[in-house]
């Protein structure tokens, strides 16, 4: 059974959260800095991506390569990445092995040796990915969605731009470094066969004297009107993505719309898969999920179909993403709120789920949510109160982007 | 952990990795069928049949299966590769009975025509999705160019030619060839009623009759080719490299892992120091597929279409080095380490063990417990990769490039 969650706060502004798993011999843990694209310094879009590739090439007294040979040594899966708000570093062991593999992320995070020479070779890697969107139009679509949807910094392709990419100096990698990868703000969670006393311990030790704190991240600023562009390009499939302003984690309301989004698209039997796949077979995939920042959330949606069918489908998405407003059924609201709690519950066996979904719930809303806390929010959901939550709450002002060899008609956007 | 196994009259094998721990239970039944098992006028049919499963038997519509699987709040899904086909759930451990129902009910499937023929619509949007992945394409030029005729290389969603021609009636005479329960396994794993599950499959599947499924299993012949495949709507190359390598039931099979995780086991290997550290490739990685009779290693790497020759001969020469010189025991040792903890980190859920101990029993008979696993890998010797290396299995790689070669100097 899921033993309590444990938060510690370091004088310097980093969080420590702990989640035991006693039956595991194994741990993951992410260490999460507010270092993401949104706050990339201006005309270098792309530094957070830098620094991030760069921070591996040697840190404290090692090399890159004997860093790389002491991570795996101690068997460390890496993983983590940048974001538009934050970057993370994370990585799963085996418990034992858990203070030796921290030690090494300190390094990482706070002393790496950023050399001059391997610049350049890093620079290749960014570029490349860059290059790499064209062929991927599914991941273009995304990068481009945003800079539709965010005017402003939360646009920025966490990849980065070309031109700014081939601006960024030695001088300006270090200084960015010094200047974001700051313990103010910053979350290191912990779940697995660990002591959460013995994990405060060893991050007092590892991080207790890092001082300072990042840029703030300013606040996001949606499109807020109805908006069409089409992206041309000889795909075999028209992509197809639309997003929506949607609620924070912290909202009221904000499970309310999370059961929504279940019934429009949890597993098979929901309303996307069913009208746009099961009975027309105009996709393979077809989604629509929450996408949450701090103080603003919005909902993705994505299809893909051949051009001839692009019409169709979008027709057909954005119909059911307005009908949702009409209200939705007994049996979809126990679909939904069945369907949510049983990920939930097996979320909880997996510790690098964990961590990273309590990395997550930190920089959102400052504080851990149990399974228990979720468990009772959407327990307290009612068929009557949803329904009047949609009512009150259509989807609106869609911002639909496509991509392929030919636009489609956008018909009637609210 | 409990290992549990249980053979049916009919033949169908139940087997369970039971652990105490675990807050939900995984169940997946696995037929030993796939692109391999294809003639050429049926391709892609097991990938499309696997789709038609989830359309309903004569108890249940298309709109019930999808229905019974979202009221328990199921994580499931199938998948079809060149030799498998698995149907798989997680649950909570009290939807046991009713998932083991409805997977069961589901592989008795109508195949009724109007299902047939919408569904033909997603497989051919499936197929159009994946030429969108270049990634995808190169791997699928290689393995039917490395298998040059062995039906190893026989494409597993087939193609949008064949799956237009293909006919509901062919459909329903593969299935009944192919899923008779000798030729099926149902695996559980994790927190499961053991007692319940074999008296509950005996009852829903033990009338099921027997076929002759079997299959001719043979080498394929391994040679020394190069293809390339120009391409100018690509903006960048792709790169994709076969070598024999040993088979699933080949004991040699935890060294061949060990050798393919030093060589390209993503950070830290031969192949990321030769091409990604210093930034001339994007991702250079090597794998081990275990197969029936036949394994292989995969060799990937994407790069910029004017540095084609120059990562070519970079891979050549890593995979050379390697094959002349051998490997240091410190390499060795890190990779069985990294090898072992992936492995360990992946038993944490239920889910995560299904197709390994599934597979386990498919290829071998038998289900290895986990710190057995665990034992063999930290076992493996250098000594027992020079013995992989000795028969120089890289002077028969095959080589695929795709991409706007006609740029690449």
Request: hydrophobic share 40%; with cysteine; proline share 6%.
């Amino acid at each position: 059974m899921p033993q309590p969650i444990q938060t510690f706060q370091l004088d310097n502004g980093l969080t420590v959260v702990v989640e035991p798993m006693p039956h595991l011999r194994s741990a993951a843990f992410t260490l999460l800095l507010p270092a993401g694209s949104a706050t990339d310094p201006d005309g270098q879009s792309g530094a957070a991506q830098l620094v991030n590739g760069m921070v591996y090439r040697g840190a404290g007294e090692r090399d890159a390569r004997a860093l790389s040979n002491a991570l795996d040594d101690l068997g460390v899966q890496r993983g983590g990445g940048v974001g538009v708000e934050y970057t993370t570093h994370s990585g799963a062991l085996l418990a034992d092995d858990l203070e030796a593999a921290l030690a090494l992320y300190a390094d990482i995070a706070r002393r790496p040796l950023l050399p001059e020479a391997e610049l350049d070779a890093e620079r290749a890697l960014a570029l490349q990915a860059i290059q790499s969107l064209n062929d991927n139009p599914t991941q273009r679509l995304f990068v481009e969605l945003a800079k539709v949807y965010f005017p402003g910094p939360f646009g920025r392709s966490t990849l980065g731009e070309v031109d700014e990419l081939q601006r960024i100096d030695h001088a300006a990698l270090q200084a960015d470094h010094a200047a974001r990868y700051q313990p103010g703000g910053g979350v290191l969670t912990v779940a697995g066969g660990v002591e959460p006393e013995r994990v405060r311990e060893i991050a007092e030790r590892l991080f207790g004297d890092w001082q300072g704190s990042p840029p703030p991240t300013p606040q996001p600023q949606a499109r807020t009107e109805p908006h069409y562009q089409h992206l041309q390009q000889a795909t075999n499939q028209t992509q197809i993505a639309v997003a929506y302003p949607s609620l924070t984690l912290d909202d009221p309301d904000y499970y309310h719309e999370r059961l929504a989004l279940n019934v429009l698209s949890g597993g098979m039997a929901s309303r996307l898969f069913t009208e746009v796949r099961t009975k027309r077979g105009l996709v393979y995939s077809v989604f629509a999920g929450p996408r949450l920042y701090k103080g603003l959330g919005l909902v993705l949606s994505y299809a893909g179909t051949q051009p001839e069918r692009a019409q169709e489908c979008i027709d057909v998405l954005l119909g059911e993403l307005r009908r949702v407003s009409e209200g939705v059924t007994e049996d979809e609201l126990a679909r939904a709120r069945t369907g949510l709690l049983a990920a939930l519950v097996m979320q909880g066996e997996s510790t690098g789920a964990r961590a990273s979904a309590m990395a997550s719930d930190l920089f959102l809303i400052g504080r851990p949510r149990s399974l228990d806390e979720i468990r009772g929010a959407v327990d307290a959901i009612t068929l009557d109160s949803l329904n009047r939550y949609l009512r009150q709450h259509p989807a609106h002002d869609f911002a639909v982007l496509t991509l392929g060899p030919a636009p489609v008609e956008i018909t009637s956007n609210v | 952990m409990r290992y549990d196994q249980h053979v049916l009259p009919n033949g169908l094998t139940i087997v369970g990795e039971y652990n105490e721990d675990a807050q939900s239970v995984a169940i997946g039944f696995f037929t030993r069928t796939g692109s391999r098992d294809e003639t050429p006028e049926l391709s892609g049919v097991s990938h499309f049949l696997e789709h038609m499963m989830f359309k309903g038997s004569e108890r249940r519509s298309a709109e019930e299966v999808d229905l019974e699987f979202d009221a328990m709040g199921a994580r499931y899904n199938a998948f079809t590769s060149e030799e498998n086909t698995v149907y798989y759930g997680a649950v909570l451990p009290e939807f046991q009975e009713r998932l083991i129902d409805l997977l069961a009910d589901m592989l008795r499937p109508s195949l009724r025509q109007d299902d047939f023929d919408t569904e033909k619509k997603v497989i051919l949007e499936e197929i159009a999705m994946y030429k969108d992945r270049p990634q995808f394409t190169v791997y699928i030029l290689a393995r039917e160019t490395y298998h040059h005729g062995h039906p190893l290389g026989n494409s597993v969603l087939g193609s949008t030619e064949s799956i237009t021609a293909l006919q509901r009636d062919q459909m329903m005479d593969y299935f009944r060839r192919r899923y008779a329960p000798n030729n099926m396994v149902v695996t559980l794993t994790g927190k499961y009623d053991w007692n319940a599950a074999v008296a509950q499959i005996e009852q829903t599947c033990g009338g099921w009759a027997q076929g002759d499924s079997s299959r001719t299993v043979t080498e394929p012949d391994a040679l020394p080719l190069e293809r390339m495949q120009p391409d100018p709507k690509r903006d960048r190359v792709y790169l994709c490299a076969v070598a024999p390598a040993p088979s699933a039931q080949d004991d040699a099979r935890y060294a061949a892992e060990v050798l393919a995780e030093v060589l390209g086991g993503g950070e830290g290997s031969r192949l990321y120091w030769a091409l990604v550290h210093p930034g001339i490739a994007d991702s250079a990685d090597m794998s081990y597929s275990e197969q029936d009779g036949a394994g292989a290693f995969f060799v990937s790497a994407t790069c910029d279409p004017e540095r084609t020759t120059e990562v070519i001969d970079l891979l050549r020469s890593t995979l050379a080095t390697a094959q002349n010189d051998g490997m240091s025991d410190d390499e060795i040792a890190r990779a069985r380490r990294k090898l072992a903890s992936a492995l360990v980190l992946r038993a944490e859920t239920p889910m995560g063990r299904l197709v390994t101990v599934g597979f386990d029993y498919v290829y071998r008979r038998r289900i290895e417990p986990l710190a057995e696993t665990v034992d063999k890998l930290l076992a493996v010797a250098t000594d027992d990769v020079d013995a992989l290396l000795r028969p120089k299995p890289f002077d028969k790689l095959t080589l695929v490039g795709y991409g706007p070669l006609a740029e690449a100097s």
